[in-house]
């Protein structure tokens, strides 16, 4: 059974970096579609950034775009996000997802909260 964990979350002031970190247990892997998604209060949840299935491709949101920095670590089975020049709108509960089969994410992890203070 293939489980997320999230880490790294906290509470920064504007301009500062985080990175979070996602420990996948279980599965193949180097083959998933593995992202990262963000809820703000009060709004959707929205797409972050992303490597496709078979890490074909990286993709991101253009709200973080040159901001923002994903990256895995297939030995350790770990994504990474990278957050730099943090603003006050990234302020989220950001979630790990994998897509096991496709680009389409089934599994979650339970979030960790990233707060951006003025």
């Known amino acids: 059974q293939v489980q997320l964990v999230e880490s790294g979350g906290g509470l920064v002031q504007a301009g500062a970096s985080l990175r979070l970190s996602c420990a996948v247990s279980?599965?193949?892997?180097?083959?998933?579609?593995l992202g990262w998604f963000r809820r703000a209060p009060g709004k959707e949840r929205e797409f972050v950034a992303a490597?496709?299935?078979?890490?074909?491709?990286?993709n991101y949101a253009a709200s973080v775009r040159g901001r923002f920095t994903i990256s895995r670590d297939n030995a350790k089975n770990t994504l990474f996000l990278q957050m730099n020049s943090l603003k006050p709108e990234d302020t989220a509960v950001y979630y790990c997802?994998?897509?096991?089969?496709?680009?389409?994410?089934?599994?979650w992890g339970h979030g960790t909260q990233v707060t951006v203070s003025s």
């Open positions: 279980g599965g193949t892997f180097s083959n998933y579609a």
């Open positions: 490597f496709t299935w078979g890490t074909v491709s990286i």
């Open positions: 997802a994998v897509g096991t089969s496709s680009n389409s994410f089934n599994l």
